[in-house]
């Protein structure tokens, strides 16, 4: 069976732009699946019991798909029904790929939207891809969580791993193994054929979990990489953080694009 990546289609200046970054890379192999959802005239239940499942469709003006992206099939679907309850179901899609805001004059990513629901807790891993381009480098972003481990699976799977420059960031605080964790991501990303360096920093001030995030930010704002590769949690001063703090914070606040995965192992609430 073919990889798959799953584009959200919303016909918004977002999409547009996910749609650029998408096929600005040779995906070799994989399949894509175009996903079309939209709301009902008449509202109705958030409740996956009312769900319109997803269905082939026949666009009037499909996507253009540039040869070089080398997909192996391309297939359309449609459902009318919320975005957020669709595009966060299992799609059985190894990556999902979407713009970071729908429909509207500038419409900021903000709570609610469908950007937001799926950076809280993917089913799928997910990139919010703000501009189109090939990604040349990626800043990965390692704290020895499973979610972490998460992200480093999906990277060595990528087509176009090899062609990219990877910096591991692993900021040290409580968790005296981090360096290991970060060793072992650099070495699994180098045998994919990537060109990786290490970044082991420690963050100013006493090492909280608020300078942590400050240096992050720092690192990511200095280094302007392509692509920012993070897990939904992560292990901060040897406790959980929730999204709504770190990853949360870097798909507000960062102008670059933003991939997203999490451990399915563990349970969300735990």
Same mark, same amino acid.
């Given at each position: 069976?073919?990889?798959?990546?799953?584009?959200?289609?919303?016909?918004?200046?977002?999409?547009?732009?996910?749609?650029?970054?998408?096929?600005?890379?040779?995906?070799?192999?994989?399949?894509?699946? @175009?996903?079309?959802?939209?709301?009902?005239?008449?509202?109705?239940?958030?409740?996956?019991?009312?769900?319109?499942?997803?269905?082939?469709?026949?666009?009037?003006?499909?996507?253009?798909?540039?040869?070089?992206?080398?997909?192996?099939?391309?297939?359309?679907?449609?459902?009318?029904?919320?975005?957020?309850?669709?595009?966060?179901?299992?799609?059985?899609?190894?990556?999902?790929?979407?713009?970071?805001?729908?429909?509207?004059?500038?419409?900021?990513?903000?709570?609610?939207?469908?950007?937001?629901?799926?950076?809280?807790?993917?089913?799928?891993?997910?990139?919010?891809?703000?501009?189109?381009?090939?990604?040349?480098?990626?800043?990965?972003?390692?704290?020895?969580?499973?979610?972490?481990?998460?992200?480093?699976?999906?990277?060595?799977?990528?087509?176009?791993?090899?062609?990219?420059?990877?910096? @591991?960031?692993?900021?040290?605080?409580?968790?005296?193994?981090?360096?290991?964790?970060?060793?072992?991501?650099?070495?699994?990303?180098?045998?994919?054929?990537?060109?990786?360096?290490?970044?082991?920093?420690?963050?100013?001030?006493?090492?909280?979990?608020?300078?942590?995030?400050?240096?992050?930010?720092?690192?990511?704002?200095?280094?302007?990489?392509?692509?920012?590769?993070?897990?939904?949690?992560?292990?901060?001063?040897?406790?959980?953080?929730?999204?709504?703090?770190?990853?949360?914070?870097?798909?507000?606040?960062?102008?670059?694009?933003?991939?997203?995965?999490?451990?399915?192992?563990?349970?969300?609430?735990?």
């Amino acid at each position: 069976m073919h990889q798959k990546v799953t584009f959200g289609e919303d016909g918004s200046p977002g999409a547009v732009d996910a749609w650029t970054w998408l096929t600005a890379h040779a995906w070799s192999g994989w399949d894509l699946d @175009v996903v079309a959802v939209e709301k009902p005239l008449k509202s109705t239940s958030d409740s996956p019991m009312g769900y319109d499942h997803l269905h082939p469709w026949e666009p009037e003006t499909p996507r253009d798909v540039p040869a070089d992206c080398d997909f192996a099939g391309v297939s359309y679907f449609t459902a009318h029904h919320d975005a957020r309850l669709v595009l966060g179901a299992d799609l059985q899609s190894d990556l999902l790929v979407i713009g970071p805001r729908g429909k509207g004059l500038m419409k900021a990513l903000h709570i609610g939207s469908t950007a937001e629901w799926l950076v809280q807790c993917p089913n799928t891993p997910t990139v919010i891809a703000r501009a189109g381009g090939t990604t040349r480098t990626i800043m990965l972003c390692i704290d020895g969580s499973p979610h972490a481990d998460a992200v480093v699976d999906l990277l060595v799977t990528l087509p176009w791993i090899a062609s990219t420059s990877v910096t @591991v960031l692993a900021v040290v605080e409580n968790f005296d193994d981090i360096r290991g964790h970060a060793q072992t991501a650099a070495d699994r990303l180098t045998a994919a054929g990537a060109t990786v360096e290490l970044n082991i920093v420690e963050p100013r001030g006493g090492g909280s979990k608020s300078d942590a995030r400050a240096t992050v930010h720092y690192v990511i704002n200095e280094a302007k990489p392509d692509l920012i590769a993070m897990g939904t949690r992560g292990l901060l001063g040897m406790q959980r953080l929730r999204l709504g703090s770190l990853a949360s914070s870097v798909v507000r606040h960062s102008t670059t694009s933003v991939l997203l995965a999490r451990d399915h192992s563990e349970d969300v609430d735990g």
